[in-house]
């Protein structure tokens, strides 16, 4: 995890996950969700509620064609539960780890599950 409470995190996929809010329960104040899911985000936002939500950057976005998240640096935690998975197609698959090198600071953290 990353050193500092104040060290950006990028959710990747974030869906309905329940790893904001335990973020969120711990401190950390530099939290950024990403799904290529208005409706997903918007449900995890109202389950937050208001003053959670409100501590959160909120990002629509298609990590396989990016328009916002390729801008994004420095980033200490890239957690994806289960985005590249979903991947099947090489260019998919390349796209995002140029865009995990892109954005993920030096000694930054990857932690990535997939199904068997």
């Given at each position: 995890?990353?050193?500092?409470?104040?060290?950006?995190?990028l959710d990747v996929g974030a869906g309905a996950s329940t790893f904001i809010?335990?973020?969120i329960d711990?401190?950390?104040?530099?939290?950024i969700a990403t799904d290529i899911s208005e409706i997903a985000l918007n449900k995890l936002k109202e389950r937050l509620g208001k003053e959670k939500a409100s501590s959160v950057r909120w990002v629509v976005d298609d990590i396989t064609r990016p328009e916002h998240i390729q801008d994004l640096?420095?980033?200490?935690?890239?957690?994806?539960r289960a985005v590249l998975h979903?991947?099947?197609?090489?260019?998919?698959?390349?796209?995002?780890?140029?865009?995990?090198?892109?954005?993920?600071?030096?000694?930054?953290?990857?932690?990535?599950?997939?199904?068997?």
């Open positions: 995890m990353p050193n500092q409470k104040d060290e950006p995190i809010d335990n973020l711990q401190g950390f104040k530099n939290i640096r420095n980033i200490a935690l890239w957690h994806d979903f991947l099947l197609e090489e260019n998919e698959q390349r796209m995002y780890l140029s865009i995990l090198k892109k954005v993920i600071k030096k000694g930054g953290y990857v932690i990535i599950a997939a199904f068997h």
